[in-house]
């Protein structure tokens, strides 16, 4: 391959790489989504700590019912899993290898 067969690639690929990302904001530009204000102001989505109300007492207390509910409702999935299973006690493990002294 000669010098100037070098150069050319070089030249070809530099200006490919600029008229592509041109080419490619530019469609980006225009086929992108538009925001609309009044969407973005009910999302709660991507809030600071700082923007988010500070909860009321009573949603704490409805939060902490159901989170004891569930953890119930696991707890009673899981003794009856134990049950079907035959709750056999667990495995103890096997005693350590110990290598022949060559």
């Not at 490619?24 to 102001?41: K, T």
């Not at 009321?56 to 902490?64: P, V």
């Amino acid at each position: 391959m000669a010098a100037s067969d070098d150069d050319n690639f070089v030249d070809g690929l530099l200006i490919g790489a600029v008229v592509g990302t041109l080419v490619g904001g530019l469609l980006g530009f225009m086929l992108a989504p538009r925001r609309r204000p009044a969407v973005l102001g009910d999302s709660t989505l991507g809030t600071v700590e700082g923007d988010a109300p500070a909860p009321s007492g009573r949603s704490l207390d409805d939060a902490r019912r159901v989170l004891e509910e569930k953890i119930a409702q696991l707890n009673r999935a899981i003794d009856e899993t134990r049950s079907r299973l035959g709750a056999a006690p667990p495995a103890e493990p096997p005693p350590p290898q110990t290598q022949p002294e060559p």
